[in-house]
């Protein structure tokens, strides 16, 4: 896997449900962010410190409980911001003084790299995939071999068919695709390989993807 050398991408299991935690940010200042901070606080803290990591931001894919469900630990001990969509629906916007609401396509500065939020919504309105280089972090829109439900509040399943249409299949072949959950048959996949296996990326039609979605 060849990864951006002044990247640095930790993934690492968490959680009853199968959760991707990650850190995400600048090879040379070891400043990073967390995504999703879910389940354990602690765990997630010695992580970082174990690798000498210095977390400086939060980044949030979406406001599902079990992705920020370990969040607040992290706004008031350590006082940094915390990045959600301005799109997510109200009842799933944490509330806190630190939380920052981006508009699509934003960019956030995260020791000398920029990280882009790309809307996608679908499994909530206020979805977003994180993009770096070759480096996309999907969150619940995409998993391998799946995408997200949309059947929850704020979910769209025809939202999520132009998502995966019109953001996620347009992004270079090459795009290496990390998940909120280990809801697939390995970690992370590239684009070109999840077309060959990912059926909801394979469907032709809007009615097909609805079809077989719902």
């Given amino acids: 896997m060849n990864l951006p050398e002044n990247l640095i991408l930790d993934q ?6 199968g959760n991707y935690m990650y850190f995400i940010g600048d090879a040379q200042s070891r400043e990073v962010a967390i995504v999703d901070p879910a389940w354990d606080a602690e765990a997630i803290s010695e992580r970082a410190q174990k690798n000498g990591y210095k977390i400086v931001s939060v980044l949030l894919t979406h406001g599902h409980v079990d992705h920020v469900n370990a969040l607040m630990p992290f706004l008031d001990n350590l006082n940094i911001p915390a990045y959600i969509s301005e799109k997510e629906h109200p009842d799933y916007m944490p509330e806190h003084k630190n939380l920052i609401k981006v508009a699509p396509d934003s960019m956030i500065s995260i020791g000398q790299i ?23 972090l999907t969150g619940d829109t995409v998993f391998i071999n799946g995408c997200g439900r949309c059947d ?63």
């Fill in 114 to 136: 920029s990280i882009q939020c790309l809307h996608t919504p679908g499994h909530s309105p206020g979805s977003q995939c994180f993009s770096y280089e070759n480096v996309l």
């Fill in 152 to 214: 929850l509040t704020g979910g769209d399943p025809e939202a999520m068919y132009h998502t995966l249409n019109d953001v996620i299949k347009k992004l270079p072949p090459s795009t290496f695709i990390f998940t909120g959950h280990q809801y697939g048959p390995k970690p992370y996949d590239t684009l070109a390989g999840q077309m060959k296996t990912n059926p909801y990326l394979q469907c032709e039609t809007k009615e097909e993807f609805l079809q077989n979605r719902m």
């Fill in 12 to 17: 690492f299991l968490l959680g009853p449900w």
